[in-house]
């Protein structure tokens, strides 16, 4: 049922009011007027969305009540009903703007339909309109979408480090969109013309990743078959993308060091090196600070690399782009010309409060698997299925422990993220940690040394040798 207004304008009042007894089947909201005067006099008191008027009528005319309505009220959808056999005026309705015709006798079906037709197109030009005032509050920049404006100093970021030749360092968890980042820095500079190129790093070898980086002689290593250009040089005069730097091996990490300082490369078995002019974006989903404490970033390429950061939130942070990026991608699902498919609220209730470990990714998958999964255009929220890998948090057969087991097994768990954070947080710093947390310097690293975090360098403090009391209960429950 449809909450629009309509209009019956007929000099005959049986005719006006079983039209009007009609289309009740459509909406309650209908008024009948038995001249084109007296429509008007309605319409300005409460503006209507959809007239239907005879054209013969004595006084003012059917037509003339059409231009009239337009000129004033331009939505408005004027139907009109022509004498039968009287194609000039059906013709001339059609050429004044009218939205259609129905020729006299009509049968209630024609009339419910044409007028069914006028609401829809009424229902989806408002829609269209509600869309489109939803989409003002939303950002986006090269693809990149977000209804949070936190967001808006990453792309004010892009915009700025875009011109320039620097290296920039994209720091975000996966699958929150770096690459995207990436590409969008790499359109916005003067290099757009040039390739972008993406390397890999993770599970590499040295070898081929050097002959696949900075290309190679044929035969300067067993299996190259051939001569390789090397990715730096594909990118020639581009961006090249150094995804998951962290797992770089030394080496190559310390050529990629070399290729940044000297502009030039020197390719696996060539004796000369190669100029190069490539602008280099690295990404990594862990903490680049602590990968140099761990030693698995070398700290003179950090630095190179880290001459600009980015840092991008993760999902979970960004609440309100769930919805935004979940029907985004949904869209995206469903080929032009097919009805489109939509959420419920409680299918969007469960993705919204589900963490999203694996961030945008992940909801992009989740999306289209609902939208295989789901028999009607609706998803509801048992087409949504989150795969919980998240083994750390829920350990399955979890129940089948004997209580103080499972309880202590959550304990540990739970002291291994909060203490991984914290010292992430606090830059492996024992004793700021400790400050953080509310716990002495000694029981912190009673509890780093029984989770095996401790490093060489987080040698006892003082105030474990003072026997200082413990603050924070570190022990877990036993039985
Ligand atoms: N804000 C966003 N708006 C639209 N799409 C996004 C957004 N963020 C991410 N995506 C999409 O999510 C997917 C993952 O993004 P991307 O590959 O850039 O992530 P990543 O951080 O490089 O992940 P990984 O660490 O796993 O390499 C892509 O399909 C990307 O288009
Ligand atoms: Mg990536």
């Known amino acids: 049922m449809s909450h629009h207004r309509l209009l019956v304008v007929d000099d005959n009042r049986d005719l006006a009011q079983g039209v009007a ?18 429509a008007l006099e309605l319409i300005e008191q409460r503006p209507v969305d959809v007239v239907l008027s005879d054209i013969k009528m004595p006084g003012r005319e059917g037509t ?28 001339d309705a059609m050429k004044r703007g009218a939205f259609d015709y129905l020729t006299k006798p009509f049968d209630n079906d024609e009339l419910l339909v044409v007028t069914r037709r006028a609401l829809k197109e009424i229902e989806d030009e408002e829609e269209i309109a509600r869309l489109r005032a939803e989409l003002r509050g939303t950002y986006g920049f090269h693809g990149i979408y977000s209804r949070d404006r ?3 100093p990453l792309f004010d970021a892009i915009r700025r480090v875009a011109p320039t030749n620097t290296t920039v360092l994209i720091c975000g968890e996966s699958g929150t969109g770096k690459e995207l980042i990436a590409r969008a820095i790499h359109a916005e500079s003067q290099r757009s013309g040039a390739p972008f190129v993406a390397f890999n790093a993770a599970a590499v070898p040295e070898t081929l990743a050097e002959a696949e980086l900075f290309g190679c002689k044929k ?56 100029r190069i002019d490539v ?13 140099v404490r761990e030693e698995k970033l070398r700290r003179d390429l950090y630095y190179r690399l880290s001459v600009m950061r980015i840092n991008v939130p993760p999902l979970r942070e960004l609440v309100e782009n769930i919805p935004l990026l979940a029907n ?11 009805p489109s498919k939509s959420l419920s609220p409680r299918a969007l209730r469960l993705l919204i409060s589900h963490d999203w470990p694996g961030n945008v990714r992940e909801l992009q998958n989740v999306i289209e698997r609902a939208a ?22 829920r350990p399955e057969g979890e129940e089948s422990l004997a209580y103080e087991e499972a309880k202590r097994q959550a304990i540990e768990r739970f002291q291994r993220r909060y203490v991984e954070q914290l010292m992430e947080q606090a830059d492996g710093n024992v ?23 401790t490093s060489e360098d987080a040698a006892l403090g003082d105030d474990e040798n003072l026997g200082l009391p413990s603050l924070a209960s570190d022990r877990p429950a036993q039985s």
């Open 328 to 338: 985004l991608f949904l869209e995206r699902l469903v080929p032009e010309g097919q």
């Open 279 to 291: 602008r280099v974006i690295a990404a990594t989903n862990v903490d680049p600070r602590r990968l």
């Open 21 to 38: 007894l009609i289309l009740r089947k459509l909406s309650d909201h209908i008024a009948v007027a038995y001249s084109a005067e007296e």
């Open 150 to 152: 936190r967001m808006l």
């Open 372 to 393: 295989l999964i789901a028999r009607t255009n609706e998803i509801g929220p048992g087409d949504i299925v989150i795969e919980d890998d998240d083994l750390d948090w």
């Open 431 to 453: 004793s700021a940690a400790a400050r953080k947390a509310g716990m002495t310097r000694a029981a912190l690293h009673r509890i780093l040394k029984r989770l095996g975090l």
């Open 64 to 91: 003339s009540l059409l231009d009239c309505v337009h000129e004033r009220w331009p939505d408005t959808r004027v139907i009109l009903f022509t004498g039968y056999g009287s194609i000039e005026s059906s013709v």
């Open 219 to 274: 035969g300067a290593y067993t299996g190259a078959d051939r001569d390789r250009k090397g990715l730096f040089l594909e990118a020639h005069g581009g961006t090249l993308l150094m995804d998951e730097v962290s797992s770089m091996p030394a080496g190559l990490q310390g050529k990629l060091l070399r290729a940044l300082q000297e502009r030039e490369v020197l390719p696996l078995g060539s004796g000369s090196s190669v």
